[in-house]
């Protein structure tokens, strides 16, 4: 059986294109939940920099992760990236498990209300 494949996606919006990489992270989001082998893929933006977002995933495998790559919805950004990022980074990572598991786990945190906004302002 294959190990679970972590990614930390991050995307730096070019200049005055800020509102359009935000409509198209979003929607990415739905037809990802409903890729097979999708275990979580959550958007999160940066708080202090304006057009800065990062993409938390975690897939099956590496299969499914290849075939995520090659999906429409995700053809379709990236046929557009050079016009939408200045800093498009995929990294592959991994967890440390430390701590108090019931507080290491991400979903943990998930929230629809604007907590981390209002603690940055």
Not at 54 to 83: C, G, N, P, Q
Not at 103 to 113: A, E, F, I, R, T
Request: proline share 5%; net charge negative; charged share 25%.
């Amino acid at each position: 059986m294959s190990r679970p494949v972590h990614v930390l996606a991050t995307f730096q919006a070019n200049p005055g294109k800020e509102k359009s990489v935000e409509e198209m992270l979003e929607g990415l989001v739905d037809p990802t939940h409903q890729e097979e082998g999708c275990i979580s893929y959550i958007l999160q933006r940066r708080i202090d920099k304006p057009g800065t977002f990062y993409m938390i995933e975690t897939w099956r495998s590496t299969a499914d992760f290849r075939k995520h790559l090659a999906s429409a919805h995700l053809s379709a950004v990236m046929a557009r990236k050079d016009e939408l990022f200045a800093v498009l980074d995929i990294a592959f990572v991994a967890p440390v498990v430390a701590g108090n598991p019931a507080k290491s786990q991400y979903g943990s945190l998930h929230s629809n209300d604007h907590t981390a906004k209002e603690i940055s302002d």
